[in-house]
């Protein structure tokens, strides 16, 4: 069966520090998401994107978050500087492009400590 | 907006005994629904989804879950609980972000199982 990639595993990183996530969709998957999930609590949306394009990242903390899918593949969440509220699990999940009817599938996560 | 309210963040059964789950959602529109459940440190697995077909949708392991416009419900339910049950389980719709096709989660619910 077909899965999500994500790495690394886990991550510990120092405060003020910079830390990136990776994720590969499965192939053909137009649709990529990231989430964060705070220890104890339901995942939330940070972005959204349609190939290579964002569509949405309202949720997005943009002063030190950042998202890109150059080729609309592979995706990459970078997180400049990391503060100690940033320590969650990081979800990455791809869909069809027609939406999500059709099902979504979830990685295993990046376990993010921030100390 | 759509959105889901998961309802008792932890239920505790006996092994053998029924499970349930309660999960309400809020949508202008006839909603994607969904159940997933995650165990420690993992991503999410689909147990179930709603699209508007059956009103009693038949999932993995057991659960099923029923859709009742009249109640705005789409509850988790399983006759007989095991163990290996014990696990997150979130609610989740379709759509409740900018782009229309994000899941949007619930708070979840912790389900615990003794022998």
């Known amino acids: 069966e077909a899965e999500v990639a994500q790495s690394p595993r886990y991550k510990i990183t120092e405060k003020s520090q910079a830390v990136a996530f990776w994720c590969d969709p499965i192939?053909?998957?137009?649709?990529l998401y990231w989430y964060r999930q705070i220890l104890g609590q339901g995942p939330e949306l940070l972005v959204q994107f349609q190939d290579e394009s964002v569509v949405d990242d309202s949720q997005l903390p943009k002063d030190r978050f950042s998202a890109e899918r150059l080729k609309g593949v592979d995706s990459t969440l970078k997180i400049q500087p990391a503060e100690l509220g940033d320590s969650a699990m990081y979800l990455c999940?791809?869909?069809?492009?027609?939406?999500?009817?059709?099902?979504?599938?979830f990685g295993s996560g990046t376990r993010l400590t921030v100390v | 907006a759509q959105s889901v309210t998961q309802l008792g963040s932890h239920v505790s059964v006996s092994e053998g005994a029924l499970v349930l789950l309660r999960c309400n959602y809020s949508?202008?529109?006839?909603?994607?629904l969904f159940w997933y459940v995650q165990y420690p440190n993992q991503g999410l697995q689909l147990l179930l989804k709603y699209t508007s077909a059956a009103t009693l949708v038949k999932g993995i392991n057991g659960f099923e879950a029923e859709f009742k416009k009249s109640e705005t419900s789409f509850h988790l339910t399983k006759p007989s609980a095991h163990m290996s049950d014990a696990a997150e389980y979130f609610c989740a719709v379709m759509g409740g972000n900018q782009a229309g096709t994000a899941l949007i989660f619930g708070k979840g619910t912790t389900l615990s199982v003794s022998s």
């Open positions: 192939s053909g998957h137009a649709t």
């Open positions: 949508s202008s529109v006839p909603p994607y």
């Open positions: 999940a791809s869909s069809q492009r027609t939406g999500g009817a059709n099902g979504y599938t």
